[in-house]
């Protein structure tokens, strides 16, 4: 709860998420959804299971935001530092140009 309760859309549910039988309905309707993510793997050689220097045996909290299409996260790890963040947005790259070569 510690994680989540950084998230400035989570705070109207924080006291609603403590109860038992807690349940987040109609998440499609909703401005933000939560949820926890996880790594497996690295990207391209997906046998790396250690870089030094590096973890990826923790969790991201994340608050995906649907209106605005942003994703914040919060890594934990027991090891890590803590909350350290992930702000993820779309950047317009106004398309691609075509590539032509001639031989």
Not at 65 to 83: C, L, N, P, R, W
Request: glycine share 4%.
């Amino acid at each position: 709860m510690q994680h989540w309760a950084r998230f400035p859309a989570w705070r109207p549910l924080a006291k609603q998420a403590r109860k038992a039988d807690f349940t987040y309905r109609n998440f499609a309707q909703r401005e933000h959804l939560f949820m926890r993510w996880k790594e497996y793997f690295l990207v391209p050689d997906h046998r790396v299971r250690q870089i030094t220097g590096a973890s990826f045996e923790g969790f991201y909290y994340i608050c995906f935001d649907q209106a605005v299409g942003t994703i914040s996260g919060i890594y934990f790890h027991a090891k890590s530092e803590k909350y350290q963040q992930l702000e993820l947005k779309h950047v317009e790259d106004r398309g691609c140009a075509p590539a032509i070569e001639f031989r």
